[in-house]
């Protein structure tokens, strides 16, 4: 027993119980989402009734499934018995809000991320993924897809920060790499923040059309060029000033990861950047939850990636030639930007 | 939005987040019951090496599940690395502890209980399991073996605040009809608080036989009988002086239960008692957390099943001819004991 709980009330098995059930909790939001249940709460007058008909489900349903997200904090209850949104579901699930994060659901939700849960025991004997091959990062796994299409929600937070800290007034010319561009916001983004910049995004071919589409509603599609293939295959060409590597180091062992930060090296200009965003826990690996708690994706999903605290991003970029390595936590979001200097 | 909430701090999108990947923390739980890792912390020096041999598992897979763990507040881990149980997972997740709740991972984690939440929208518009049939009551289903061997720790701390409320000081012979009686510990726990009581178990035969099972080993079988089969076909026999119904009307829609009770009501003498064990939730269908969430288990697992609050149980109770109808909460429990009188 740790020191300090002495004092504490005697455990419950509330704890226990909850963590056994928790998968509820996520089969109950996709399912809202999927019915289009925060649409309705948003439209309507918030009626069991009126739910259901939107959704073309049952009143049984409807009302065991509002009360369940009530509970969860995703609904409120009117003592009339009238649902309304809370301030996360108004900002959050509603599909009409700027900020809606409904689509995240598709990715995070997509079978092929759930299934191994199933085998999570396995998974730990084998201290790998049980999918095929390298798991997520299989050549051409059509997931990227569909977290090019479906996650930039997620992202859209950090988008302006990460451009801020690149470009860091920077106003001149400069050329920009995008690695494992996906949805291509990041590099998007700081061609926006600078007229002047030029953005090579380097993906799958699939995903890289997502990422020419959103070049195009941002108006920068004649600064962006597409650079097709695997990181770790394709010529990156270059010098450039600055090379992103955002949500990528995580699927890898460290030695892959310096691999990979020598061949960025290599293709900056002396003193040009590389700028990882990433999931970075604490030392103690537990804290923050959502940081911490991303090493658990990476042990279902990849053959030996991780959630890498600063130290170990930092001997990275160390080995791989880079030096003043500094990390930029994004406010109000768990991630973090770690830029070194070539 | 909900009145009194304009004054809080801005929604972040953490909630939305958290909840989608919560059926990470019921897998990882799972894994680690089944991996034996509690064990391990509990009689090892806790380091990830000592842990791994003890699991027959990996070190990468170790570590990073028991991070997981750390994070979700059932294991502590040390500055130098090294694990050790809480409060919690001492008292409920040690096998070796008397309230060991280990066992209950095996009925809420069993594969036909979570398969309903990969189709919980079609759930939802159905308003019924997809399960065949009635689903979880489905004569002979095999999952109430299972239930029976395996849920008894969860019920242990129920049985003799159930036991008491029952027999209210009554110490003189008497016959006690058990309705899905399952582990058999409610009827057993009678018998062992009034030595004159006798106490015929009901439910389906594979079932009855993990019930005389527990009647031996507590010392009551000749004082135990068998009645094996359905609920709603069985001639119950009788006069009783109580008749027990735990974790059992909530499977079913009002007016069944209502037909239920009057069977019930026509067993017991004059002046005797019906006792359910429900999760019962406040009026509002949406507190407390746990009795209240119940009701998706009904909605995934059930045709018709809910989790009622007191003024259902009582309309019921009214319809099937008994009287003072009262609630007797079990405390430090989510459970609680409605009693009518014949």
Same mark, same amino acid.
């Given at each position: 027993m740790p020191p300090g709980n002495s004092a504490e009330a005697p455990p419950t098995p509330a704890l226990v119980f909850e963590m056994l059930q928790a998968h509820q909790r996520t089969a109950a939001l996709k399912a809202a989402i999927d019915l289009d249940v925060f649409t309705a709460v948003g439209d309507g007058p918030g009626d069991v009734a009126s739910i259901a008909r939107h959704c073309k489900a049952s009143e049984r349903g409807i009302r065991i499934l509002c009360d369940f997200l009530t509970i969860h904090g995703v609904l409120h209850k009117r003592k009339d018995g009238y649902y309304q949104h809370t301030p996360t579901s108004a900002a959050f699930l509603d599909p009409r809000s700027p900020s809606s994060l409904a689509s995240? +659901?598709?990715?995070?939700?997509?079978?092929a991320m759930h299934e191994p849960y199933i085998h999570l025991a396995d998974i730990v004997r084998a201290g790998r993924t049980t999918l095929p091959g390298d798991g997520s990062v299989e050549p051409e796994n059509p997931i990227w897809v569909q977290f090019a299409e479906t996650m930039a929600p997620m992202m859209a937070p950090m988008v302006g920060p990460l451009g801020k800290v *690149?470009?860091?007034?920077?106003?001149? $010319? #400069?050329?920009?790499?995008?690695i494992a561009a &996906?949805? &291509?916001?990041? &590099?998007?983004?700081?061609?926006?923040?600078? $007229?002047? +910049?030029?953005?090579?995004?380097?993906?799958? +071919?699939?995903?890289?059309?997502?990422?020419?589409?959103?070049?195009r509603r941002a108006g920068v599609q004649d600064r962006y060029d597409m650079l097709p293939g695997s990181a770790f295959e394709v010529d990156f060409g270059g010098p450039y000033d600055a090379i992103l590597l955002t949500n990528f180091l995580h699927h890898f062992d460290e030695s892959t990861c310096v691999t990979l930060l020598k061949k960025v090296h290599g293709a900056l200009r002396p003193g040009g950047k590389a700028a990882t965003l990433e999931f970075v826990p604490n030392e103690d690996r537990v804290s923050p939850p959502m940081p911490a708690s991303f090493a658990m994706t990476m042990l279902t999903s990849t053959a030996a990636g991780?959630?890498? $605290?600063?130290?170990?991003?930092? +001997?990275m970029y160390n080995y791989a030639g880079f030096s003043e390595v500094a990390a930029h936590p994004i406010p109000m979001? $768990?991630?973090?930007? *770690? #830029?070194g200097q070539a």
């Open positions: 995240i +659901a598709q990715f995070l939700g997509n079978p *690149v470009l860091n007034g920077h106003n001149g $010319p #400069m050329r920009v790499l995008d &996906g949805h &291509g916001l990041f &590099g998007i983004e700081i061609a926006k923040q600078n $007229p002047e +910049a030029h953005v090579t995004g380097l993906d799958w +071919a699939p995903v890289l059309r997502v990422a020419l589409d959103n070049a991780d959630a890498y $605290p600063l130290s170990a991003l930092a +001997a979001s $768990p991630h973090t930007v *770690v #830029m």
